[in-house]
């Protein structure tokens, strides 16, 4: 008679256990660095393979040397003798008929392999690393004609390409038409649930301690509004009332001044969307975004189509009707491409139908930029120079995601949903501010912006005078 090997899986923490007898089809797991999320995904597939026979299991990441390091090294160690592990094909056998395959997906070009691929059960570790178009591609793969169960178990800390698709599914818990919330379930872990790693790595728990704020709060307290490679990480979107505003950007609305000038910045795109917002800009040269509108040109978006034609129709009505725009002289500012005949008509030309006006934005890039982290960041009192009503959707759910591009260290990654940014940008372009002294967060006495804003700055505006929001 052979000898027989035994598995030994190990003693699992309480998150752990949450996440090893969870039995929803769609299951987030982690938040924070440190949480034991490898060791959870491969004690999951061993029990799975172990149970049931014939069952196909994938493991992904987003490149094979990941996979290498965090489980198929240890797996190789784990499973001897149990199952056998094809180097070249990159699966572990079990006697029984079920597989453990591992894959990755670093680029477009690697969802090939996956083309009619079919799995019971998925393991996309690290998920918010993957682009949403590549979990939606990968998890399709989830399908099969038998009884095994069919889950996807995501892994995730805040950060990367697909940060915003995780989030809103599992953190947000904001469903599309097709996505069933019973399905979902986020258990999040954190590196004191870890008592496995804080005992053999003490020191673990005070390097990430030791970390500046913002990485600290995304890698220690997983706060999913914070992340690493977040291009404009002044901006925090914790809604708060506006008689108390200090160190935030996002506001409720209020009733808009007359005497406050108002702007409208539009950024259009073909085959991609629009964005149109509208800004109130007090005395003292605060910007506020009071109002937005945003849609999809080419294609349905909720149902509506949104032509340049209708956009500039409804941008007429919304000046014509709405409390805070009606009766107001509102300066237009749109980046300079809406002035091309080459197509016929231009977009410009289609806004003059309808009495929107426009000057040509400034478009550079970087220094569009650079205008926005003036504006966003915070004085010593806690004042931005910029402000967000809660009411604007596009801004708040696109802005906090963006990532600093790859290629270009001072440009963002123009691969993400960036049209709200570039619409800002002409705006801020419009209206420059020189840099904010982050010392004591005023200028100095002969800066001419304090021309601007007249004898004794912020204070003389009654709206946001420092005594106001004590």
């Known amino acids: ?74 797996l190789r160690q784990e499973l001897a003798g149990i199952a056998s592990y094809s180097k070249t094909d990159k699966v572990f056998t079990f006697p029984n008929g079920s597989t453990i395959s591992f894959g990755y997906c670093a680029n477009d070009g690697d969802l090939d392999r996956y083309q009619g691929a079919e799995y019971d059960v998925i393991f996309l570790d690290e998920a918010t690393q993957l682009k949403e178009e590549w979990i939606r591609r990968l998890t399709a793969c989830l399908r099969g004609v038998n009884d095994f169960p069919k889950r996807v178990y995501f892994t995730c800390n805040p950060g990367g390409q697909g940060h915003g698709y995780i989030k809103r599914l599992f953190i947000d818990r904001r469903f599309e038409p097709g996505e069933n919330p019973e399905e979902y379930v986020f258990i999040p872990a954190r590196v004191t649930d870890n008592t496995a790693l804080l005992k053999s ?50 506001i409720a609305p209020f009733d808009i001044p007359r005497e406050w000038s108002v702007y409208r910045s539009y950024d259009f795109g073909y085959a991609r969307p629009f ?42 009505r919304i000046e014509d009707t709405h409390p805070l725009l009606r009766g107001r002289d509102i300066q237009g500012v749109a980046d300079p491409a809406i002035w091309d005949t080459s197509r016929g008509e231009s977009i410009y030309e289609t806004a003059l139908h309808h009495r929107i006006f426009f000057t040509k934005g400034d478009n550079r890039r970087i220094p569009g930029w650079m205008q926005m982290h003036y504006r966003l960041t915070f004085d010593d009192e806690g004042y931005p120079m910029l402000y967000v009503f809660s009411t604007c959707r596009a801004f708040l759910r696109t802005i906090p995601l963006l990532l600093y591009s790859r290629t270009e260290p001072e440009d963002l990654d123009t691969a993400m949903e960036d ?30 912006l304090n021309l601007l804003r007249g004898v004794g700055g912020r204070e003389t505006n009654p709206l946001v005078g420092t005594k106001s929001f004590a």
């Not at 008679?1 to 299951?27: A, H, S």
């Not at 990430?208 to 307290?221: D, G, I, Q």
């Open 1 to 74: 008679m052979e000898p027989v090997t035994k598995l030994t899986v190990g003693t699992p923490n309480e998150k752990q256990k949450l996440f090893l007898d969870c039995r929803k089809k769609y299951i987030a797991f982690g938040g924070a660095r440190g949480g034991g999320k490898s060791w959870a995904v491969r004690a999951k597939a061993k029990l799975l393979a172990l149970r049931y026979s014939g069952i196909r299991i994938l493991i992904l990441r987003r490149t094979l040397p990941e996979l290498e390091n965090n489980h198929i090294r240890f």
């Open 201 to 250: 790595q003490p020191d673990y728990l005070r390097q990430l301690e030791a970390l500046p704020k913002r990485l600290r709060e995304a890698w220690l307290e997983g706060k999913w509004n914070l992340f690493e490679g977040q291009f404009f990480e002044e901006f925090t979107d914790d809604p708060v009332h506006y008689s108390d505003r200090r160190f935030t950007h996002v």
């Open 275 to 316: 964005s149109c917002a509208w800004w109130a800009v007090d005395f003292d040269g605060v910007a506020y975004r009071i109002l937005e509108l945003y849609g999809c040109t080419a294609t349905p978006n909720e149902g509506v189509r949104w032509t340049p034609e209708r956009q500039f129709a409804e941008i007429r």
């Open 419 to 448: 049209h709200v940014a570039d619409e800002c940008r002409y705006f801020c372009m419009s209206r420059p501010i020189p840099p904010r002294k982050r010392d004591t967060g005023r200028l100095p006495a002969d800066d001419p």
